[in-house]
């Protein structure tokens, strides 16, 4: 059975970081890439970035790469991201996923989802 497991999310001030996880099993990740939506309260859901699990390259979305940061530990099926300088327009659900073998990553060609971590920016 497949799980993807997110933790690490909480209520945060504006201009913390924090770095949210996702824990990976039962399922072969070569030749998928593994990343990151998010979804704000009454907004629709979009892509905070990927990395491609074999090669480690990583794609954001649109003004996503300047605060924020998507790694991946292999060894450990793990998949990180790392946001600096949170703004409260970062509140959100944050949601691990991971592409169809082959495919882009794009909600379309999605295989695995998370559950979800909630992120809440307030001072």
């Known amino acids: 059975q497949v799980h993807l497991v997110e933790s690490g999310g909480g209520l945060v001030q504006p201009g913390d970081s924090l770095r949210v996880s996702c824990v990976v099993s039962?399922?072969?990740?070569?030749?998928?890439?593994m990343g990151w939506f998010r979804q704000a309260p009454g907004k629709e859901r979009e892509i905070v970035g990927s990395?491609?699990?074999?090669?480690?390259?990583?794609l954001y979305g649109d003004s996503m790469k300047a605060r924020f940061t998507i790694s991946r530990d292999s060894a450990k099926n793990t998949l990180y991201l790392q946001m600096n300088n949170i703004e409260a327009e970062d509140t959100a659900t944050y949601y691990c996923?991971?592409?169809?073998?082959?495919?882009?990553?794009?909600?379309?060609?999605?295989?695995?989802w998370g559950k979800g971590t909630l992120v809440t920016v307030s001072s």
């Open positions: 039962g399922v072969t990740l070569s030749r998928r890439y």
């Open positions: 996923a991971a592409s169809r073998t082959g495919y882009t990553f794009h909600q379309n060609y999605i295989d695995y």
């Open positions: 990395v491609n699990w074999n090669t480690g390259h990583t």
